[in-house]
């Protein structure tokens, strides 16, 4: 069952300024198109002027330059979607999992176990494994030997550390990401490929966000590292020691090729590619589907996509851009020609 | 053991013409290139017509254009491709899986389980959870808290259900496929992101199949759908919110960001992206490779990759691509000058 | 407990020349930057020259050209990296797994495994599968009805193996891996997809790595098939009856559609995406990031990405390229009209 709050206790929660009757019962959040009236939503892109006009909700989150356009109930605040994050949190706060192990569990003994952790069903915690206090170990999980899980970390079913591993605290791990697996590193010797072994660990700040089926490899040699506050969506390849910066954002199916070192506060856009040992400062944008070739030192956007177009039309301009050269040979014999031409008089 | 049919039998469930011994013998389906004499095979490209001539194969399916092109026995169709689907099928039923649930399962007393259903050993069915008539659910697999798997649906090993998400009927779910799992959503707020919980589910409709470590994420406030008759390959990523109407297909790696809503019978070529919030009509085809980055209102075929080089030509090309603004000054030059001399003629 | 080597031990072990103290204890392999004296490196870029002089490793392992480039105990070799990959495996060997099958292990009677095998917690094999001499299957691991795992194979923790596929010698296969899913084989009819069974297998030679979350698919008729030799990063998704062959090395996220066919000691970089029915010669490198959409007959490297640039250039230059045909036609204009002009001239 759901708590219900009004208006007037979310703002003295959250902050903000109530706008209508703040005796408002909310039960829960909503979209613009389904809310209903014991729901609040939020409005932060005029593009939604028309759902917002439309909305059943009973209290709508909008900025100050917004707050006129409705005259429903409403909290007006500076930054509409966080504080939008916020309420959610406060209407659905991460369940406390219950302490102790299933009996299918396989803990270790030489494992450290916080009495509040909880350890479910076929989940495995390896020797010398640190389990803090209040983690949730899902269903089949495994833990390997000497990593740790900071406190109050949950780990999706099925997520997979391998050995020597550190995550930090509030950790979110979802389900099928594989942390600490080998890094791809191979040396070739007359035509073969020789494996180098992997005896870096991976080191995992607080904060952290990592989404469904991630891959994040275990360093050749020295650790990989993910700092705090960085959040993966699903699917994200990052290589072995690579560095993300602190509060870094990655979007899904991205690929971090080895040693890249990403600075703080950037984003990267899906399936944008970044190759081996390159550099970003912090604050850089990747946009999405984007592969970085060199290190860039100053902040800003970035974007190399070919942009689609219909079939037939792309043919003819992949046709020419194949032959740019020429095209550009016969400018500058143009160019050449009326030169003469000009001398010549 | 396989059940065999004449090619007779096979014309009277699944309908074609015989042409050669209806009682030729067939025993199960093989290649053009490695069937023997007591399998079947099918023929729908001119481009194999060397290895049509040098089948062993017992018979062939095909169309009425190329029956004239063997002399072995053949079943003549209109659609050669999707009738040998058929004949596989025949030769190839899908096994029913043996009622009852593993020692081994953890199937909690407040699911609905079929007496029909099989859980197989060290799988999860948590609360509330509902599984239908003659599913099976797979070793490992974890179906959460409230969600359902519709009759005659298969789960592989490993793969993951979250909590309160629903599967239809028939779908066909490969193992490390993970629906369910949180949606990207985070508020930038003073340099720093603040989780969205992600409180919509995933509604899946009838006769989907999803792929080996594809991921579906629930919605943030809504839900996530896929309709009746998707297919999705592997390791796709589907962001939450995102909608893709029924009879689509999607290929392998291809990342679909959040709200996108994706047409009924388009199809996504591999490692396709499609960008965030937009929407794509019905019977919209996207090439390989192509990143949609707005939305698209007819049907067709589109396509944005660079066309690959040898790597010195594309060097050259890549150049002139970053420069074409200063050749597209040199040739509005080069117009200008010739329409001066021409006035001044 | 690492076991110490003197550079003296390690050269007459591994070949190479040592210059400087041959009786330099030495226990472990470290980076040029945070190696310590009981430790040594390699040295095998010019870039990294800087670090080489700085290096507290007790010896470095470098080839002739470099090897005046400092004054620490050396070992001088032909080729570095692949010496050091040997020196990090003689001191990081692999662990033999401690024979037997957990408790929770789940073998079928009727599948063989060997005596000096191992089976973890909650792996899982199925009849008819056969587990050869000191092979690995880590918890929670899967392998199906029929499917062998050649001698000294690793099974990391949640690796799942279908039905009737074959894995070789030496095989290294990471968490989350699927091999023998089914391939994405579906027949149009009638605006539905209609599912053809796919009964080939997968047939794995010797000495493969399998990275984390990667799926190879099963044929469609006849098997897929991966050569001896070949490694393979994460997130690789490898379609239904491809062929790569012996000794080539695919990065991470790359995409190889159905029946691609890749040539012996190739490599495809990062994210790269192979067409399906295409074929690679041997010897072909891709580069990161490159669509191939074409057969390759000839070795060599091949490219095709769109060069990134701040996000303001390249809208610029996206929007030119999108009217390439535009100017071609206007350099031709200009063309003919200097053509007419030299004729009237």
């Known amino acids: 069952m759901l708590v219900p709050y009004t208006l007037a206790e979310i703002a003295s929660r959250l902050g903000g300024r109530v706008v209508g009757d703040p005796d408002t019962l909310i039960r829960q959040v909503g979209s613009l198109e389904h809310a209903s009236a014991d729901q609040i939503t939020f409005f932060s892109h005029l593009r939604n002027k028309g759902k917002l006009a439309a909305t059943r909700a009973g209290a709508v989150v909008l900025d100050d330059g917004a707050q006129s356009l409705t005259v429903i109930p409403r909290i007006v605040c500076e930054n509409p979607y966080a504080y939008f994050a916020r309420v959610s949190q406060l209407f659905n706060p991460v369940p406390t999992p219950e302490p102790g192990q299933h009996s299918t569990a396989q803990v270790s003994p030489a494992a450290r176990v916080a009495a509040s952790a ?17 983690v949730w170990v899902g269903a089949g999980c495994h833990v390997g030997h000497g990593s740790s899980i900071g406190e109050d970390s949950r780990l999706y079913p099925g997520a997979i550390v391998y050995h020597e591993c550190r995550v930090g605290r509030r950790a979110i791990v979802h389900s099928g990401a594989v942390i600490g697996a080998d ?3 191979v040396a070739e010797d007359a035509g073969q490929w020789i ?6 660990g991976v080191i995992i700040g607080d904060d952290v966000e990592i989404g469904a089926n991630t891959t994040i490899d275990r360093g050749a040699i020295d650790d990989t590292v993910v700092e705090d506050g960085v959040k993966l969506d699903n699917q994200v390849q990052i290589g072995h020691n690579v560095r993300i910066g602190a509060h870094t954002a990655v979007a899904g199916c991205v690929g971090v090729a080895g040693s890249a070192n990403i600075g703080r506060h950037c984003t990267i856009g899906g399936a944008a590619v970044i190759l081996g ?24 956007t970035y974007t190399g996509v070919f942009p689609f177009d219909r079939n037939a039309s792309w043919v003819r301009n992949a046709v020419l851009l194949r032959h740019l050269s020429d095209l550009a040979d016969r400018v500058r014999a143009l160019e050449e020609l009326l030169r003469t031409k000009e001398k010549n008089g």
Do not use: C, M, W, Y
């Open 183 to 185: 890094g791809f590193g």
């Open 195 to 200: 494996k180098i072994p992997q005896i870096g």
């Open 277 to 300: 040992h390159l550099k970003l400062a912090d604050g850089v944008n990747v946009s999405a589907g984007t592969l970085i070739s060199r290190s860039i030192n100053e902040p800003g």
């Open 118 to 134: 909880r350890i479910d069903a076929g989940a495995i915690v390896e020797d010398e494994a640190h389990i803090d206090e209040r």
